[in-house]
T-cell receptor, first 112, second 114 residues
Framework: KNQVEQSPQSLIILEGKNCTLQ??????????LRWYKQDTGRGPVSLTI?????NTKSNGRYTATLDADTKQSSLHITASQLSDSASYIC???????????FGTGTSLTVIP | EAQVTQNPRYLITVTGKKLTVTCSQN?????MSWYRQDPGLGLRQIYY???????DKGDVPEGYKVSRKEKRNFPLILESPSPNQTSLYFC?????????????FGSGTRLTVV
């Protein structure tokens, strides 16, 4: 069964600290993996998109990694800011049919 | 600006009163989809459309209808809303179903059915 699992479910960190969010998937055949940031009550906004051949991609303080062999991805946030407080969603798409698979997200809270 | 526009942003209605949530994209995308988001459940797909006049059910289609008469518009219709349809709804679009060039979400519609 195609699934996307994220961990941890929630995370609280101090401002300025780094953190890493995890995404494990069983989606096959794999097309691409995205990380989205969703502020409370708003639509998800894309942070990175990675295809099979890419294993690292950065967007400012956000760095995503992908290990297509182990079907794992991580999102590393460097020097966190209060504005990083949001839900981070991992979305994996398959190469067949209507196939976007969503994780349930990691809720990140950055405190001063 | 390339975007997906949903309206309204907030809606409170009574049980059984038909309503439509509109969704429009200006990116000439073929693929459009509706999701609902509930606490602890993440985003769940309601309906999707591969192209004009091509629609299909997602994971939670009961109580909803959609239409795709034009490429840019993909309205979500609740013929007889019930309180269990109180949720946050998102429309999204992509160039195609594989979304290699991105998958764009609207800002959301918060629906309350009383």
């Amino acid at each position: 069964k195609n699934q996307v699992e994220q961990s941890p479910q929630s995370l609280i960190i101090l401002e300025g600290k780094n953190c890493t969010l995890q995404c494990n998937y069983t989606v096959s055949p794999f097309s691409n993996l995205r990380w989205y940031k969703q502020d409370t009550g708003r639509g998800p906004v894309s942070l990175t998109i990675m295809t099979f051949s890419e294993n690292t991609k950065s967007n400012g303080r956000y760095t995503a990694t992908l290990d297509a062999d182990t079907k794992q991805s991580s999102l590393h946030i460097t020097a966190s800011q209060l504005s990083d407080s949001a839900s981070y969603i991992c979305v994996v798409s398959a190469n067949t049919g209507n196939q976007f698979y969503f994780g349930t997200g990691t809720s990140l809270t950055v405190i001063p | 600006e390339a975007q997906v526009t949903q309206n309204p942003r907030y809606l409170i209605t009574v049980t059984g009163k038909k309503l439509t949530v509109t969704c429009s994209q200006n990116m000439n995308h073929e693929y459009m989809s509706w999701y609902r988001q509930d606490p602890g459940l993440g985003l769940r797909q309601i309906y999707y459309s591969m192209n004009v006049e091509v629609t299909d059910k997602g994971d939670v289609p009961e109580g909803y209808k959609v239409s795709r008469k034009e490429k840019r518009n993909f309205p979500l219709i609740l013929e007889s809303p019930s309180p269990n349809q109180t949720s946050l709804y998102f429309c999204a679009s992509s160039l195609n179903v594989w979304g290699a060039r991105g998958y764009t979400f609207g800002s959301g519609t918060r629906l309350t059915v009383v």
